[in-house]
């Protein structure tokens, strides 16, 4: 069924498909990801412009946050959320990224996002793996926009979107049941379109 999840790999869909670049590779988060993917979550830096860094259990983790991360688009030809890791295989899991249509049933538009651990925060990642993504929205996957959004002041989350090739769109206020510190200044989307990514890309 269309835009249905499912936690398991299509065997259609071999590792040697999955993005990848130099330094890093990413494939579908499982749930052995779990202790690693607690941990991310439970950063209080890493977590501060999405919930303020209030602690997750590991049972949340495995029982709501894992089926998310884990669910199948059709149009989005795999997960919605791609585990990152180094080509060498150090590190163990570094942190995830999305790649996820806004409607299930379309591949308009991608969001694009991505939490990473704070050990490897200034190293590129976040926008290295974001470039792969968004490159995999339009060559592979038909998207006609990628879009982000990030509260204003977080300023390198922001930076992240300037260097994956989107451009600032607009403010936004969300009307949030406990705004966190810095809510008050609202919220900004990036995207960047198909015309605008070809013409870049031809540089």
Known sequence: MCGMSTPARPPSHPPQSWPHSDRLRLRPLRA????????????????????????????????????????????????????????????????????????????????LGYRLRREVWGRRYASEGGRLLVRRAFERLGARRVTANTMAVNTASRRVMERCGLRYLRSYAEDWPDPLPGSEHGEVEYVVDLAEWEADVRG
Do not use: C, I, Q
Request: net charge negative; charged share 25%; hydrophobic share 40%.
């Open 32 to 111: 052995a990801d779990v202790p690693a993917l607690h941990a991310l979550h439970n950063d209080p830096e890493v977590m501060r412009y999405l919930t303020g860094g209030a602690p997750v259990s590991v049972e949340h983790v495995r029982t709501v946050e894992l089926p998310r991360l884990t669910r199948w688009f059709d149009a989005a030809d795999g997960p919605g959320f791609w585990g990152a890791e180094r080509r060498d295989g150090k590190g163990g899991l570094l942190g995830w990224f999305e790649l996820r249509p806004l409607d299930a049933n379309s591949a308009e538009v991608f969001e």
